[in-house]
């Protein structure tokens, strides 16, 4: 019996350390969204609140109308328990649409939010490089408040940032086509990617998920349904499907997700399994377009998955939404 006690006793020990651990060595993380367009940042947001391994410091909202899309932010936070989590709402602009996942969120006021509200999202996402050494900036947006606050303090972001982005389009393009494309992110700001593009970062060089691995993932067949089934007991997957269903208007939940591009790049942040990565000199030319050149800064974009990579990814982001608790 003191045998077996003084093993429990261990275990429970052990569990305790290796929970100190992953509070500790948590990958500290900014997101940067445009949330309510497309659904993939919406993947992408419950992806990283279901992952022991990063540590979310700021969300903020970018392009369009900034103030609708941190709405739809606060409530999928609020709703699984996580609105400790700040939120800052970026630099507006009147051309883009919303999207349809702002009906799921409209009703929810902002002042409802028990987290703090930043109304200079660029200046929140200053502050926090500032507070937060070795931060990984998750760029799943085209780069208008990213770009901003580099210009702002080029230095700091150069000594302190990694940034890892679903941007560009290198040998492959929409719908894995032989022609590249302007991809979206870097096409909505040209300006604002070259900046994002330009900078040395002193830590880590840019990772990118481009549209040749990006562009051709979804949640199919069999992962979904495991979600599907676990939607009545799992909170986070539930608010995922709920919203889901507005921006796709319909209470049909389909048998293959959406292309979830956002979610790539969001992994990306912890893990490179799956992908392999290809050093390479890239910059953004006058029309959007990520091309190589020998002066360009090195980036590193994820340019082919594994073999059996698009199954083992599906799975591994299933099971990590899954293990919320």
């Known amino acids: 019996k003191k045998k077996k006690k003084i093993m429990k006793t261990t275990l429970t020990l052990l569990s305790i350390l290796f929970f100190i651990h992953l509070v500790y060595n948590r990958i500290p993380v900014i997101i940067d969204t445009d949330i309510g367009k497309d659904f993939d940042d919406q993947w992408a947001l419950a992806l990283l609140i279901a992952s022991d391994e990063v540590d979310i410091k700021l969300v903020v909202t970018a392009t369009g109308n900034t103030s609708q899309r941190a709405q739809i932010v606060a409530k999928f936070l609020n709703n699984v328990g996580r609105s400790e989590i700040p939120i800052g709402i970026g630099i507006p602009d009147t051309h883009i649409a919303t999207g349809s996942e702002y009906n799921w969120a409209k009703n929810f006021s902002l002042s409802e939010y028990k987290g703090n509200i930043y109304q200079d999202g660029v200046q929140a ?15 799943i947006a085209p780069a208008t408040n990213l770009g901003m606050a580099i210009s702002m303090e080029p230095e700091l972001f150069s000594n302190n940032v990694r940034v890892v982005a679903m941007s560009g389009s290198i040998n492959k393009g929409y719908g894995n086509s032989p022609i590249i494309s302007c991809e979206y992110n870097v096409c909505t700001n040209i300006t604002a990617s070259q900046i994002m593009y330009n900078l040395t970062y002193n830590t880590f060089p840019m990772t990118t998920a481009p549209l040749d691995t990006s562009g051709i993932i979804s949640i199919d067949g069999q992962y979904m349904e495991r979600l599907k089934k676990a939607q009545f007991t799992n909170l986070l997957v539930a608010n995922l499907f709920d919203a889901y269903r507005y921006w796709l208007g319909s209470v049909k939940i389909p048998s293959n997700s959406d292309t979830i591009y956002d979610a790539v790049a969001a992994r990306l942040v912890y893990s490179t399994e799956f992908l392999d990565i290809t050093p390479m000199n890239i910059y953004v030319n006058q029309t ?5 050149y020998t002066n ?10 594994t073999s059996n990579g698009q199954d083992g990814f599906q799975n591994a982001v299933v099971n990590t939404l899954l293990s919320w608790k």
């Open 125 to 139: 996402m200053i502050d926090c490089v500032r507070e937060t050494p070795e931060v990984v900036v998750l760029e």
């Open 296 to 305: 360009a800064n090195i980036i590193e974009p994820a340019l082919e998955w």
């Open 288 to 292: 959007g377009y990520t091309v190589p």
